[in-house]
């Protein structure tokens, strides 16, 4: 950092947030991905003002600004691949406001998103989006990644949720998009072009966020499948029916094993497949409709469908899904985490995909998701040490994204880009596509200042797995 | 229309899609806004590489460009007020597509949203978006000006339902943007740029919309209020009873009587407020819920209170609501339609607002609208010819739009700016919010080809209504 733009840094932030050592800046070196980038420097401002003014600073003396909540991204997304500055939102967490009257949450970014669940139950309310890590991510990573966990089905994801913004451009600027109004078509939706953005575009400093009332109660049941296929056509006839549940989680067979193994808990060793699908609404409507599902995956060759009638059954059939992640954690020391999302039709074909990658280079592939969005969680557990395996996962990473384009997907569907699936981006968008992005880019953020080295590929960067 | 243009385009497009003649052209001068510009030709496309082509023309020879569907634009969408061409859309109507395993349609610009409704409730399906256009407008111009209707309380608004599109952008190239899955989150998301900018960014070609399970069934219930402020409350309170009405309409004292003096039908002329709501859902759940909505409004002082015990009944219900448009149009020569939206808790308050702008101008000023999601359509009654009343109107407009936004709501939420409410973006938005918009607008369309006077003001423009 050169010794000029320190000088003008000291001038707006004080000292005691300004870390430099190399101890407190290696801290902010790494996320849930397994890249690691040491910053220059770290800040952690407390308001829009202050951060207004170290964007025009860094504007001036061109340093890279990587804003940072938990740091919970599983694709890069706070690393701070080309140095520069980190900006540690977390101190930024003073409003978590529950408007009752108009159904709507003001939250500053560095609240972490279960605390607005938490706040909304209380007042009768409800924020859809859950992802695993709603307990310790911050609500303005969830926002920048257009994070959204199992709800997606039947509430639509985060960005459905969000509308209006206080946001610091890329130039330092401080502006406000959307309101407190549902409808609004005033302009362009900036709102929904920052979320999921992944902090290239601005930086949140305050949401405004749709609620919606709290839903009377839920239901939930487990089915298990001797065969994959089935469990396909049971996700398609319920949704065939009428019938959208709240959740719709599957877990393949690599993935029961492992959670078997990390805790034995009866799950069956030989299914292919293990359907947990939660409904929720009126008691009166789920009770007929939970009665239905199951009636459903019955009748498509489930060999064992359980209904439960306690709380306590409910958590147990939870925790089975609740453990998959540490369940596969404790597989190995690297765990890469995909979100290739397909058409929900094409479930059935992605899983038989992914079972040929998984028996071509012979990783450790398990596969869980939320499938009744199509939005599929292939894991890889590997070791980021072992090069020779490491190459296989590069190549079996890459037939995975080419599998879900391919079968009319994406290549994530709530992790992002970030540094990781950057060099794939063309794959799905087309030449063209990437250049219209670009455009938005490079008119907001000219010196480009905010998350370089994100989304973007740089030239010639064809690689998945950053190998080192 | 300078003759090597048009030379060049004949090269395209066949002589029997391209109008030139001044009778067919003035066929293409107006909208439901109330101003009038005459094209200098009129083009009818087939498909994207046509609209590609001509756009490219277009470039080269700085010929304005206005795509236009049905022409039902309430703010002057597809007015050619620069001159130059209007693409009439309309014949690029050949795909209708309900994908009923993924539960979404795939959409040609050109066809009529209602028959969207049709089509997908075949298939047991549900498109939510129903502007009071829907018999007439096209999706392309719904999606374009991201125009909802009453659903957008329990289902949000158009854009919440596009999840891909094809696109010609402002320099003649197609992109695909976004795809057939909900989740989605590789790049930024464009769909939703392009949804609502109004014609500015690109000409939609194709688009696929999510469909959701069509609900079982509906209830609907009408109450009248002596007292404006206490069909306020009863909307406060029945949302905060956790019930989500898929419809929350507002008709007021200068409503009821104009839809009464059009076809009297008994509607309470003392009343200041008539609610209707309805409730869709499990049966069981929404005979509860309608049953609880009704003792709330009595219990906030309906003076009458009647639940659709039938078909017809609900028909009846209904048929005040849907006689509003032509009752005002009788009213006058020159309709000025707003759609000014506060967040709900505030509609009481604008109500106040809007009544003291009819008195301080004595103008004919009749309000009805969605107020579950708060928002209004103030419509005012006038003769265009009538200069100093078209003075007053002016800015009686001005002050509607003041009101809005001193109260935390916005311009428009859903009819679009258009021509006639851009001199008021900054109102709403500040220079900043403006310009960043104009950047993106900037970037990716150099030459301003794509419908131009559109939706940012010329410059010392100030006028909201065009008097001539």
Redesign the interface.
């Known amino acids: 950092m050169e010794k000029e733009a320190l000088v003008d840094l000291r001038q707006v932030i004080p000292g005691d947030r300004m870390f430099l050592d190399l101890a407190e800046r290696y801290c902010y070196s790494y996320d849930a991905s397994f890249g690691e980038y040491l910053p220059e420097i770290v800040i952690q401002p407390k308001n829009a003002e202050e951060i207004s003014e170290v964007v025009k600073l860094a504007n001036t003396h061109k340093i890279p600004v990587y804003p940072r909540g938990s740091g919970t991204s599983l694709s890069g997304g706070p690393l701070p691949v080309k140095g520069g500055m980190v900006l540690d939102m977390t101190l930024l967490r003073d409003k978590l406001i529950i ?6 949450a003001i939250v500053s970014p560095g609240v972490i998103t279960a605390d607005i669940h938490k706040k909304a139950e209380e007042a ?1 309310l409800f924020y859809p989006p859950d992802p695993s890590s709603s307990n310790v991510a911050t609500i303005g990573g969830n926002l920048l ?2 994070s ?1 966990g199992p709800k ?2 039947k509430y ?2 985060t ?2 949720y969000v509308i209006g913004l206080e946001v610091v ?1 890329p130039t330092g ?5 959307g ?12 709102t ?2 920052i ?3 992944e902090g290239t ?1 601005g930086i949140v400093t305050e949401a405004i966020i749709r609620l ?3 839903p ?1 109660s839920k239901q939930t049941f487990v089915a298990h499948f001797n065969h994959l296929i089935d469990s396909g056509h049971a996700i ?1 006839s319920i ?6 549940p709240s959740a719709l989680e599957l877990m393949d067979n690599a993935c029961i094993r492992a959670v078997e193994s990390y805790r034995p808990s009866g799950l069956p060793l030989q299914a292919e497949a293990i359907l947990i699908i939660e409904i929720d ?2 008691p ?2 789920i009770e ?2 939970i009665n239905k599902c199951a009636d459903i995956c019955r009748a498509e060759g489930a060999s064992y469908v359980k209904i439960a009638e306690t709380e306590e059954e409910r958590q147990t059939i939870w925790s089975a899904r609740q453990s998959v992640s540490p369940a596969i954690t404790q597989m190995g020391p690297t765990k890469i985490s995909e979100d290739a ?5 094409q479930i059935p074909a992605m899983m038989e995909r992914l079972n040929n990658i998984r028996e071509k280079y012979g990783l450790n592939l398990v596969v869980f998701g ?1 499938a009744g ?3 599929l969680h292939p894991n890889i557990i590997t070791d980021k040490r072992n090069i020779t395996e490491m190459k296989k996962v590069e190549l079996a990473v890459s037939e995975i994204f080419e599998a879900a384009i391919e079968l ?10 970030g540094t990781l ?1 950057s060099p794939y ?1 063309e794959m ?3 030449i ?3 250049n ?2 670009k ?2 880019k ?3 953020d000219p010196n480009n200042i905010l998350n370089p080295g994100k ?1 973007f590929p740089d030239k010639g960067q064809t690689r998945v797995v950053l190998v080192t």
């Open positions: 408007d009752r009257e108009n159904m709507l009768g990644e257009n959204s997606g089905l639509g994801t960005k459905e451009t600027e401080i502006i406000r998009t309101g407190k109004t549902v409808k609004n078509v005033t302009g362009y939706d900036l929904r072009l979320v999921g953005s575009l919606i009332p709290k009377q398609t949704l065939s029916s009428g019938i959208l609404g009126h009166l409507a007929e409709e999302t397909v058409p929900r039709s939320h969005d199509g939005n009319g997907g994406t290549l994530s569907g709530e992790h992002g880009i699936k981006m799905e968008l087309g063209t596509g990437v219209m992005m455009k938005i490079e008119a907001w989304i």
